[in-house]
């Protein structure tokens, strides 16, 4: 069992910034693929960003060039920038880990933008 723990969200004015922490357990950690989600009311749930065990990243095309994803493995960590924030950033946001095909979830931490 891998236990998945967000953390970092809040309100936020749009145009500002937060930065989302996701700490996974396992002592595997550097292998696990990382994903962020986010779910906003009336909408599906959509992935936002990846990273790989060797850091390739992917994102969704409205988040380009204001989201970063990282890793710090040795803490067990991976990390959201989130610039240029929107009201349509506005959702929960959910940290996924992968381990051996098998997927783990985080509770979830709300991020809203707004003025």
């Known amino acids: 069992q891998v236990q998945v723990v967000e953390s970092g969200g809040g309100l936020v004015q749009p145009g500002g910034s937060l930065r989302l922490s996701c700490a996974a357990s396992?002592?595997?950690?550097?292998?696990?693929?990382m994903a962020w989600y986010r779910h906003a009311p009336g909408k599906q749930r959509e992935l936002v960003a990846s990273?790989?065990?060797?850091?390739?990243?992917d994102y969704v095309d409205s988040v380009k060039g204001r989201f970063t994803f990282s890793r710090d493995n040795a803490k067990n960590t991976v990390y959201l920038q989130m610039n240029s924030l929107q009201p349509e950033d506005t959702a929960v946001y959910y940290c996924?880990?992968?381990?051996?095909?098998?997927?783990?979830w985080g509770q979830g931490t709300q991020v809203t933008v707004s003025s």
């Open positions: 996924r880990a992968i381990r051996q095909f098998v997927p783990f």
């Open positions: 396992g002592s595997a950690f550097s292998l696990y693929h």
């Open positions: 990273i790989t065990s060797s850091g390739t990243t």
